[in-house]
Structures are given as C-alpha cells and as structure tokens.
C-alpha cells in the first residue's frame, strides 16, 4: 500500500506484483528432503493486472510463507497454476526459471519449459532480456531471441535494478559485503557483475535495445494491461477499509450476529464475577445494556463489526489451542464489546475507561487492539 500511494502522489502508474522463489521440486520439500533441499530456488516475476490478480498474489505469498517457507518463502507449479489467473509473469533474471532449464539442462529442454510457461500464462508471459554486463547473458539473450521466434513468445527489455544511479554501484558492493560479512578484497564476494544495474531513462534502453524491435515498448503494454486500484476513500471522503466478511452461522447478518454474541458473552462474564464474590449490582447493569447499545451502534455504522468478530475468532482458537494470550492493553480495553467478546479481559465500566479513545465516530480510523501471544507459539496463530 505504501507504494501504492507513493506511485500516485508522484504521478506514476503503480504497476503491483511479486519476485517469487520457485521450489525446486514441491513446496513442502525442505531440509529431509536432501536432493531437493540442495537445488536452488528459481525465479520468476509476477504482475497483477486487476484486483483478481492482486487477490492471487496475495494468496501465493501466504502459501509461500505459511506453507513453503524454507530460508526463503516458496511456491511451486501446482500452486501458481491454480493462482495464475489474471496474472503476467516474467521470465525472470538470470537465476529464473527459463534460465535455470537453458544452464542445467539445454536448449531443447528449456524450450519445453517456454511452451509450459505460455500455456499457464496464455498471451500473459513475456521473455526478459536483460544487457547488464554479465557474461551468462550472453547466452540466454541468444536464447530467448531464437525462443521467441520459435514460440511467439514476446521479449521485453529488462534491467534488473538494484540501485538508484551507476555512481552507486560501490557503495552497493559495500552494502552486499556487509550483509554477507565479506570485504571488497575478498575475491570469493558475490559481485553483480558490472556497473550497469542502475535505473536507466526511457532514452538509455531505448538505445541498448535497439536492435530488438519493440522490447521497450512492450513494457508500456504490460503497464497498461496492469490496472490495479485500490478505492481507500468514498465519494464524501471518508475512509473506506476493506476487511473480510466474517462467516455467520445461517448466514444472519454481522451485525445481528455480533449483538447476539456480546449480550450472551456479558451474561457470562456477570456469573464469572459473581463467583469471584465481585457481583454486578443489579442497579448497574442497565448502565451495561446502555454501554453495550452504545458501542455496537458505533461498530455497525463504522462498519466494524466482521474485525470485532475476527479478532474474537483468533484469539479464542488461541486459547483453545493453549496459547497463552494476554489480558489485552491499550486504548481496545476500554471496549465493554471486547470484554464481552472476551479480546480483553478487563471490565471498563468501574474504571470509567472511554471506548471513544478506541472507536471515534468524530475520527474515523481503522481500530487496533493490542494483543500479546505467547512468543514461542505465535507462529502457530498467525498460520
């Protein structure tokens, strides 16, 4: 999102998407699996061009953390062609997928794994070429021009960036020597290679790709076939936060579901405080149906209702799973609704905490409880 809005501030057409590491077998083949643990990781870059494909980044990015993660987070064929929709992939730098077949395995054999990638991405998958100084280009440049004619396969020109200007091309080996504990004089570093993986104009690529007729130009046609656009604010300004629907039981409204769930949770919490000898008087609990009417109304006009619920929903699997979960701090535990819900376990009303700190109708902001899990067990919350 960051980016996103960074783009359009400056007048530049955001275009969204991912560098994915490709297992080298399945995804869920890690260190017991030494054959496949020891192949490298291929690459390839995708590109949404709609909200569909955002959706399909998003849900190839979790499954490459949650489910193939190992040193880097991965994903395989199986997945990417399920989620392959609405998606433009690029062969990748020298280390992609096309270029690891060309190394490994010849020209006959990449060639297939071309004609796998176009049926997967059909008019969706582009060759990248790249001139950055590096000797294996050489070979999959040559390569990608005769693949191309072969199978149609259009070629873009590329450039790999990995800093601002060609004056900066040391302080990026000085960088990359830090990162890896090497110094400048140690010949086993890692080197890009050359100093042109700078950001280069329209004018400079145009020139080093003259030869290859529309190589620049069909980067304009990927820019235009990406159209991403995230909707962050109504017609009258007020801020829009897209969350999911939590799942109702019947298919009741969030709203009703919620309700019910809050008025039957306060129940609860008066038997667990009469049995601690702390017994709500009776005088005071239509102060509670007030607070509680009160703060729901605000929930369900701020459209709030699905995250009360999904926040519940995570942190009773939590506990059920016996996950330490803390007590709740921070402006949320001035919400009688979380109380009741159990996301906190602090009662508000004999502390007079104010639920406007949490929820503001006068400030509408997206809300954010503060919630502490056991540290050794986190991961199992967020998968």
């Not at 040559?142 to 200007?165: C, D, M, R, W």
């Not at 509670?288 to 699905?306: A, H, N, P, Q, T």
Request: aromatic share 12%.
């Amino acid at each position: 999102a960051e980016f996103y809005f960074a783009c359009k501030d400056a007048g530049i057409k955001p275009i969204v998407g991912m560098d994915v590491y490709m297992a080298p077998k399945s995804r869920l083949a890690k260190g017991e699996d030494r054959e496949a643990a020891q192949m490298p990781n291929k690459r390839l870059v995708l590109l949404a061009q709609n909200q569909e494909g955002y959706k399909n980044l998003c849900k190839l990015s979790s499954i490459g953390y949650q489910e193939g993660f190992y040193y880097k987070p991965r994903i395989d064929f199986d997945v990417l062609k399920e989620y392959s929709s609405d998606l433009i992939c690029l062969s990748g730098n020298s280390r992609g997928e096309i270029a690891h077949w060309l190394e490994k395995f010849g020209e006959e054999e990449a060639l297939k794994r071309v004609r796998e990638m176009q049926a997967m991405f059909p008019e969706r998958f582009y060759l990248e070429l790249n001139r950055t100084g590096g000797p294996e280009w050489d070979r999959i440049n040559k390569f990608y021009v005769e693949a191309s004619k072969i199978t149609g396969t259009p070629l873009i020109a590329a450039n790999n960036v990995h800093y601002i200007a060609q004056d900066d091309q040391v302080a990026q080996e000085v960088l990359i020597c830090i990162g890896s504990n090497k110094t400048l004089q140690d010949e086993s570093r890692f080197k890009l290679g050359s100093d042109q993986f700078y950001f280069k104009s329209g004018e400079q690529m145009h020139q080093l790709f003259k030869d290859i007729p529309g190589a620049c130009d069909r980067t304009l046609e990927i820019a235009e076939r990406c159209d991403v656009k995230f909707k962050i604010k109504d017609d009258s300004g007020k801020a829009i936060y897209h969350l999911p629907t939590f799942p109702t039981q019947n298919g009741v409204p969030v709203t009703d579901d919620i309700r019910k769930r809050a008025f039957e949770g306060l129940e609860l919490r008066y038997k667990e405080a009469a049995g601690r000898g702390e017994t709500v008087p009776e005088e005071k609990k239509p102060d509670y149906v007030k607070r509680m009417d009160y703060e729901l109304g605000i929930i369900d006009k701020m459209g709030f209702s699905s995250y009360f619920l999904i926040v519940m929903d995570f942190i009773n699997w939590a506990k059920d799973h016996g996950i330490p979960v803390g007590p709740g701090r921070g402006s949320g535990a001035g919400s009688l609704v979380a109380f009741s819900l159990r996301i906190t376990d602090l009662d508000p009303m004999p502390y007079s905490l104010l639920f406007e700190r949490f929820l503001n109708p006068e400030r509408i902001s997206m809300p954010d409880f503060d919630i502490d899990f056991c540290q050794e067990r986190r991961q199992e919350v967020i998968r």
